[in-house]
C-alpha cells in the first residue's frame, strides 16, 4: 500500500500546552498515502489534541506540518478540508430535526441543489457499502448510522487523509467489521486514515503502523501486526498491568428483579424500554451491553428512581418499589451511580464534601430532622477519599477541578461505601484513565464478593467480558435474554447486540 | 490581549471582594458622568455615601430612613435569592407586595375601629398570605402547564397595581375622606399602627421580620437540607434530581417563601411609613430587592449589607437632587452603574484574568 519514501504527511515537534499541563511534546511522526496509521494512547495521552492541531482545530504552539511536501499550518477546519483532510468526530454534530441530506449539506462550504446531493449521497453510500437513505431524519437513525452519515460527509469531500477519533466505540462488532472493509477500500485506492483508538485488536486487525503517546509524548513506533495486544498495552500504559480478580463464589437469593418493564424516555429522541425484564442475585454481577442510545440511560433512570413507573414492575428483595424516587431506593438499599459525573452524579461547582452529601445523605444517616451533620459528612468525604484513593488536595476542592478518573472514583466510592444491597452503575470506566478503571472494576467485584447484587450498564464490551457472570444486551429500548458470560464468544455478543443493522447486505452487492 | 482562564476551584476571596471593588467602580465612573454633568464629582458622591449618615444638617433625617427603606429590600430580596438560587426566577415580587399590602390592610380595616390586639397579628397573617397566593399563581401555572413563570409573575405585577388603584378608590377608601382616593391610615389608628419601635432608629417590625429573615434563611442554606436541595437544584439540575429533590415541590416552595415574605414587606409598609393604600403607594421596592438580591450574591449577609447599601443610594440621590440639582435620571443611571459592575466583575470568582501576547486563545 505504502509507495516507497513517499510521503502524504509528516509531523515534526508539534508542541502544544495548555495552563497546567503539556498536551503534546515534541510529537513527530508521517503518514504515507494508503497507510492506515494507528494513533495509540489511553485517554488523556494527548491523542485529541494532536489531530485537533492537524485538523486546524488547535494551533501548535511550536513545531511543523507537512502536507503533500508543502507546509501546512490549517487556520481553521475549512482550510483543512479544502486541502484534503478529513475528520470523523468521536462525538457526531448532527441536528437530530433534520434529514440526513441536509445535515450533509449544512457541513459543506458550498453545497449543491438537495437532489444532486441526494443522488450524490446514495452513489457514495453504494461505493463505499455505507447504505444511507438521504431522506431519513437523523433523529431516528442508530449510532452506528449517524456514524455513516459522518463518514460520507467527509468521503463527499474526496480527502487525502481522513481522520478517525475513536470510531467503533459506538458500533456493534458486526458494524466494526464493515466499517473494517470501507475503511480498507479506501486506503487501496490511495487515501491515508489516521486512526485513533485505545482498542488493541482492532489496531493489530487494521493499521499497517502505530505511533503510541503517554502523557503528550511519542514512546513508540511499531508495526501492530508485529506485536502481541499486550505488548502494545504495556507500552501505552507504561508498566504492567493486573487485570481483575475475582474468586467464584455461591449466588444467594435474588435481590432485584425487574419485570415488563416499559417506560417512554424523558427525551426527545430517546429510546422507550419495551418489556424489559431481568433478575440479579447477591453476589452477582449482571452486564448490560449495547451501543450508545439503545436505552441504557433510560433504563438506569428507571432502575435509581429518576424515572418512576408502576410499584410492582421493579422489585428490590422482593417488595415492589417501581413508584418511588432515588431516597427511597436507596433506603431500601439500591445505591446508583450515573454516567455523566458532571452535573449528574455531582454537582461541578460544589465541594467533595456537598457531593458526598448528595447521595449519600440517606443510608450515612447525614441528616437528621432535616439538619445536616456537616461532621459527620466531612468524615464520609474523607473516608472516600482515603479508601477509593482519590488524588485531590482535600475535601474542600470543587468537583470539577478533579480529573475525570479521580471524580470518577469518588462518585463510584461513594455509592460503594453505603453498603448497599444492591449496585447499579452506567459506564462506570468512561473516560477514565487505565489505573483508575481497573480499581473501579476491582471495587465493584470486591462490592459483589461481599454480597451486593451488581448491574453494570456498560459500552465497554472487554470490561464487562471481564466482570460480569452474566451478560445481556439493550438493542432498540429491548433487553436479551441474560446469559452466563463464560463461554460467549465476541459474535454472539454482536448478535446480542443488534448484529449489523442490515449492513451486511450493501457489502455483499458491492464488494 | 486579556485571556480570561478558568479557576479550578471558585476563589472565596474574590467571591468576597467583587462587590467592594464594583461599588470603587460605581464611585468612579458615577463620578465621571457627575463631572461630565457639570457637577464636583467629589462632592456629588460624598453627598450620595456620607452625608445621609454623617452630616449633621441632614442625618438626623435621613438615618432612620437607611432602616425604613433597607427594611423591606432585605425582606424581599432574601426570599427571593431562594428562588433565584435554586433557578426559580419570581420577578413578580412588586406584585406580591402589593397583594400583601392589600390583603392586609382589608383584614385590619375589616374590624375597624375595634382595638382588639389580635388584629395586628392577623394582618401581619393575611399580609403574608396575600403575597403567598399572588406567587402561586404562577407557581401553579408553572408546575401544571410549564408556563414561564417569569413571564406570568411579571405580568401579575400590572393587575396588582390595577387591583390597587379600584381598592384605593372603591372598596377599601375610606369613608371619611371627603371623596379622595386613599384607605383609612393605618398608622393612625392604634390596633393597627406598625411603629418606630426605637425612636430615632427607623427600626419598625417589618425590619424586625427582615433581620429575621436574614438569619433563617443563613440557617436555612448552610444547615439545612432544604437549602442543599434548592443551591443543587440550581446548580445541576440533574443532579438534584438524582439526589431525589421534587422540581415542582421546590418552585412551590420557592414561589411561595418569597411571595410571603414580600406580602410581608407590603403589610408593614402600608401600616407604617405608607401609612394608607393609595394609588401611589407602592415604591418600586419589589423590583429593586431583585437588584439587592443579586448584588448580595444571593447570600443572606450579603442581601443585607447590599440592602443597607441600596437604601443608602436612594436617600443619598434625593440629597443629591435637591442639594446639587442633579437630574433623577443621572441617580438612576448611578444605581444601575452598581448593578452593571457587579455583573461584570462576578466573572473574577470564576476565573483569573491574564496578559498574553501573540498566542492564538
Request: hydrophobic residues 50%.
Amino acid at each position: 500500500m505504502t509507495g516507497t519514501g513517499e510521503v502524504l504527511l509528516r509531523i515534526e515537534g508539534l508542541t502544544k500546552a495548555y495552563p497546567g499541563v503539556v498536551a503534546n511534546s515534541d510529537v513527530s511522526f508521517a503518514v504515507a498515502p494508503g497507510e492506515v496509521h494507528a494513533l495509540l494512547g489511553e485517554n488523556g495521552a494527548g491523542k485529541s489534541t494532536l489531530v485537533k492541531m492537524i485538523y486546524g482545530l488547535v494551533k501548535p504552539d511550536s513545531g511543523t506540518m507537512t502536507l503533500r511536501g508543502a507546509a501546512y499550518a490549517p487556520s481553521k477546519p475549512g482550510v483543512a478540508r479544502q486541502q484534503g483532510v478529513a475528520m470523523v468526530f468521536q462525538h457526531f454534530s448532527l441536528f437530530e430535526a433534520l434529514n440526513v441530506a441536509e445535515n450533509v449539506a449544512l457541513g459543506m462550504q458550498n453545497p449543491p441543489g438537495m437532489r444532486a446531493l441526494a443522488s450524490r449521497i446514495r452513489q457514495v453510500s453504494q461505493d463505499y457499502g455505507l447504505p444511507l437513505d438521504p431522506g431519513r431524519l437523523v433523529g431516528d437513525l442508530s449510532a452506528g448510522e449517524r456514524q455513516r452519515v459522518e463518514i460520507i460527509r467527509c468521503l463527499l469531500q474526496d480527502p487525502k487523509l481522513l481522520i478517525m477519533d475513536e470510531p467503533t466505540s459506538v458500533l456493534t462488532p458486526q458494524e466494526v467489521d464493515i466499517l473494517f472493509q470501507t475503511l480498507r477500500q479506501l486506503s487501496a485506492e490511495g487515501t491515508a486514515i489516521l486512526y485513533i483508538s485505545h482498542k488493541l485488536e482492532e489496531i493489530r486487525a487494521l493499521c499497517d503502523a502505530a505511533t503510541i503517546l503517554r502523557r503528550g509524548k511519542v514512546v513508540a513506533t511499531c508495526t501492530p501486526r508485529g506485536k502481541t495486544a499486550r505488548d502494545l498495552a504495556e507500552m501505552m500504559v507504561g508498566g504492567t498491568l493486573t487485570p481483575p480478580s475475582r474468586s467464584a463464589k455461591a449466588k444467594g437469593a435474588v435481590a432485584l428483579e425487574v419485570s415488563g418493564l416499559s417506560v417512554p424516555s424523558p427525551n426527545l429522541f430517546g429510546t422507550a424500554l419495551k418489556n424489559i425484564g431481568f433478575s440479579v442475585q447477591k453476589g452477582e454481577i449482571l452486564g448490560i451491553a449495547g451501543v450508545a442510545g439503545n436505552g441504557q440511560d433510560e433504563l438506569f433512570l428507571a432502575l435509581s428512581g429518576e424515572v418512576r413507573t408502576a410499584r410492582d414492575r421493579i422489585r428490590i428483595n422482593g417488595a415492589g418499589c417501581g413508584d418511588t424516587g432515588p431516597n427511597e431506593r436507596r433506603r431500601a438499599g439500591l445505591v446508583a451511580a450515573p454516567e455523566e459525573r458532571l452535573g449528574h452524579a455531582a454537582a461541578p461547582d460544589m465541594s467533595l464534601t456537598e457531593n458526598a452529601l448528595l447521595s449519600g445523605a440517606v443510608r450515612k444517616g447525614l441528616v437528621s430532622r432535616g439538619f445536616i451533620d456537616w461532621a459527620a459528612t466531612r468524615a464520609f468525604a474523607g473516608q472516600i477519599v482515603d479508601s477509593f484513593d482519590v488524588r485531590t488536595p482535600g475535601i474542600r476542592v470543587a468537583a470539577r477541578a478533579l480529573s475525570g478518573g479521580n471524580l470518577q472514583k469518588f462518585v463510584v466510592g461513594r455509592e460503594l461505601s453505603q453498603a448497599p444491597a444492591i449496585v447499579v452503575v452506567n459506564q462506570p470506566t468512561w473516560g477514565v484513565d487505565a489505573a483508575a478503571a481497573a480499581a473501579i472494576r476491582q471495587a465493584l467485584i470486591d462490592r459483589a464478593a461481599a454480597g451486593a447484587a451488581v448491574v453494570v450498564i456498560s459500552q465497554d464490551l472487554d470490561e464487562l467480558l471481564e466482570i460480569t457472570d452474566r451478560f445481556a444486551a439493550l438493542n432498540g429500548g429491548r433487553l436479551t435474554e441474560p446469559r452466563p458470560t463464560q463461554g460467549l464468544t465476541v459474535d454472539e455478543i454482536g448478535l446480542m447486540m443488534g448484529g449489523a443493522h442490515g449492513m451486511e447486505v450493501a457489502h455483499h452487492v458491492h464488494p | 490581549m486579556f485571556i480570561l482562564e478558568k479557576r479550578p476551584t471558585p476563589s472565596r476571596f474574590w467571591m468576597a471582594a467583587t462587590p467592594v471593588l464594583a461599588v470603587i467602580l460605581t464611585m468612579i465612573a458615577g463620578g465621571v458622568m457627575f463631572a461630565i454633568l457639570g457637577k464636583d464629582p467629589f462632592e456629588a458622591v460624598r453627598t450620595i455615601f456620607w452625608d445621609p449618615l454623617f452630616d449633621p444638617q441632614f442625618s438626623g433625617y435621613s438615618r432612620p430612613q437607611l432602616l425604613v427603606k433597607a427594611g423591606p429590600l432585605i425582606l424581599i430580596a432574601v426570599g427571593l435569592s431562594l428562588g433565584f438560587r435554586a433557578g426559580i426566577w419570581n420577578i413578580g415580587a412588586e406584585g406580591q407586595y402589593i397583594m400583601g399590602a392589600i390583603f392586609g390592610a382589608a383584614a385590619g380595616l375589616a374590624f375597624y375601629p375595634s382595638e382588639n390586639r389580635l388584629i395586628f397579628p392577623l394582618m401581619v397573617a393575611a399580609g403574608a398570605f396575600g403575597g403567598w397566593v399572588w406567587a402561586m399563581i404562577p407557581a401553579i401555572l408553572r408546575t401544571r402547564f410549564r408556563t414561564n413563570e417569569i413571564l406570568v409573575s411579571l405580568l401579575l405585577v400590572y393587575v396588582a397595581q390595577s387591583l390597587l388603584a379600584s381598592m384605593a378608590l372603591g372598596a377599601l377608601r375610606s369613608p371619611d375622606g371627603g371623596g379622595f382616593p386613599g384607605s383609612r391610615n393605618l398608622s393612625q389608628w392604634a390596633t393597627s399602627a406598625n411603629p418606630e419601635l426605637i425612636a430615632g432608629t427607623g427600626m419598625h417590625w417589618g425590619v424586625v421580620a427582615a433581620f429575621i429573615a436574614v438569619i433563617a434563611s443563613y440557617i436555612l442554606l448552610q444547615r439545612h437540607i432544604l437549602g442543599f436541595q434548592i443551591r443543587l437544584a440550581g446548580e445541576a439540575p440533574r443532579a438534584a434530581r438524582f439526589a431525589g429533590v421534587n422540581p415542582n415541590r421546590l418552585v412551590v416552595l420557592c414561589m411561595g417563601v418569597s411571595g410571603a415574605l414580600a406580602g410581608l414587606a407590603g403589610l408593614f409598609e402600608v401600616t407604617g411609613p405608607a401609612g394608607q393604600i393609595s394609588i401611589d403607594f407602592n415604591s418600586g421596592y419589589g423590583f429593586t430587592a431583585i437588584i439587592v438580591a443579586f448584588l448580595g450574591r444571593l447570600n443572606p449577609i450579603g442581601i443585607l449589607l447590599a440592602g443597607l447599601l441600596m437604601a443608602l443610594t436612594y436617600i443619598g440621590g434625593e440629597l443629591a437632587q435637591f442639594m446639587l440639582g442633579l437630574p433623577s435620571a443621572a441617580i438612576q443611571a448611578f444605581q444601575g452603574m452598581l448593578l452593571f459592575f457587579l455583573l461584570a466583575v462576578d466573572m473574577l470568582g470564576n476565573y483569573r484574568i491574564r496578559l498574553g501576547f501573540g498566542r492564538a486563545a
